[in-house]
């Protein structure tokens, strides 16, 4: 089995924060990510000034 792996685009920004809600361990609220400070707007700013990257499969 071949898993191919690519790097995070804006569109998959959405996903991440449904994936992170739904974990079973320590699972976050997209509301207690966003009392956090972290938004899709961060992530978006942060993928592109370079502070964050990602992979997904």
Not at 5 to 27: A, G, M, W
Request: charged residues 25%.
């Amino acid at each position: 089995m071949n898993v191919g792996y690519r790097r995070i685009h804006y569109k998959d920004i959405p996903k991440l924060f449904e994936v992170r809600s739904q974990t079973r361990e320590n699972p976050i609220s997209k509301a207690r990510l966003a009392q956090m400070g972290i938004t899709h707007v961060n992530i978006a700013k942060g993928f592109e000034t370079g502070a964050l990257c990602g992979w997904v499969s």
